[in-house]
């Protein structure tokens, strides 16, 4: 997935979750292609409410597809595996209208 920022355009390495309700992105790969918080919200995982930063990314290219002035959260987690940058989640699926047939595996963006 390319996010591009004030400063530039980096390809970030995401896991994809399909349960996960919003996309996050580690801090440091944000603040390297400029993006700064446009505010925060709260998230509750299933420990506890966390209070997570929003940050708008200029543009988000993945599956083929493009959305501009895409929300995601920063957050850097102890436990996050070294050369992932973050989780796809199915914000980004419902903002494309893509279609994800589990049984196939066949991934359908319009």
């Known amino acids: ?6 400063l530039s355009v980096g390809r970030a ?8 309700v919003y996309t996050v992105v580690h801090p440091s790969f944000l603040e390297r292609i ?23 990314v200029e543009r988000v290219s993945v ?3 493009t959305l501009n002035q895409y929300p995601v959260l920063a957050y850097a987690p102890a436990a996050f595996t070294p050369g992932i940058d973050g989780v796809l989640s199915i914000d980004i699926f419902h903002a494309l209208k893509a279609r994800l047939d589990f049984a196939s595996g066949i991934l359908t963006v319009p």
């Open 34 to 56: 400029g993006t700064t918080s446009t505010g925060e919200i709260s998230v509750r995982t299933l420990e506890r409410t966390l209070r997570l930063p929003v940050f708008t």
């Open 63 to 65: 599956f083929g597809a």
């Open 1 to 6: 997935m390319a996010l591009r920022g004030p």
């Open 13 to 20: 390495q995401l896991v994809l979750d399909t349960g996960a």
